[in-house]
């Protein structure tokens, strides 16, 4: 997607994979990305309410990136082809998008709190708004914002979801240098455990040991 291309190239990595440098949470430009995961994302109202909220913010200085499925995405295109469904201008629509190469880069991320999606955030130091829509989503979302004050959190289906609400959340966020001071603390932690290394080196020698008794 040219508009995609275009927004990787516009910020560069800010969250490196093997420094936590501090960083300015007070950048003019900043990239915004959502997503709402690969298995409940079909719901056009959440989606609807996050693009009516950019439109009150209507600032040129931020970028949305939004992952909405390839069903969510045809709903979308339909609405704006044939209802007159307006998106704003700094809004890019996918059906997927590169998770990890958007997170490298963003200020923000607007989530479902899937575990991966948590884990993933909290390794490239990105503050969250979190969406939980089902499964273990509500629990991790409530341990992201609720204990860890990473970001905030809305339950979409006790009437907490709402365009105004949202777009002030998403100002207060990006513009309180606290949860990313939070969040940034806790990406040293777990960049400092090298559990995949280990996970696998487990595993070898594990096999290793069945090996000798084999043989």
Same mark, same amino acid.
């Given at each position: ?5 275009? $927004?990787?190239?516009? #910020? ?18 900043? @990239? ?29 200085? $931020?970028? #949305?990136?939004?992952? @909405?499925?390839?069903? +969510? ?16 201008? =700094?809004?890019? @629509?996918? /059906? ?12 923000? #991320? ?21 969406? /939980? ?11 992201? +914002? ?36 939070? +969040? ?8 400092? $455990?090298?559990? =995949?290394? =280990? ?17």
């Amino acid at each position: 997607d040219p508009k995609l291309k275009q $927004y990787l190239e516009e #910020f560069d990595p800010i969250n490196p994979v093997d420094t936590v440098e501090p960083r300015s949470p007070n950048e003019t430009k900043k @990239l915004i990305y959502v997503s709402l995961g690969t298995i409940f994302n079909n719901n056009v109202f959440v989606f609807d309410q996050i693009i009516q909220a950019v439109k009150i913010i209507n600032s040129d200085n $931020y970028r #949305f990136i939004v992952s @909405l499925g390839k069903i +969510t995405y045809e709903k979308f295109q339909n609405k704006i082809k044939n209802e007159g469904y307006f998106v704003p201008d =700094n809004m890019c @629509l996918l /059906p997927s998008a590169p998770q990890i190469d958007i997170l490298k880069r963003a200020s923000l #991320f607007i989530t479902h709190a899937g575990q991966n999606s948590a884990s993933e955030t909290i390794h490239y130091g990105v503050p969250v708004i979190c969406i /939980p829509l089902n499964a273990d989503q509500p629990l991790v979302a409530k341990r992201l +914002t609720k204990e860890l004050n990473l970001g905030k959190m809305f339950d979409p289906f006790y009437g907490e979801l709402n365009s105004r609400d949202l777009s002030k959340a998403i100002e207060d966020v990006l513009n309180d240098p606290s949860y990313l001071e939070r +969040t940034l603390k806790l990406t040293k932690l777990s960049r400092s $455990y090298n559990g =995949n290394a =280990n996970g696998a080196k487990e595993i070898v020698n594990f096999l290793n040991e069945e090996e000798k008794k084999v043989n």
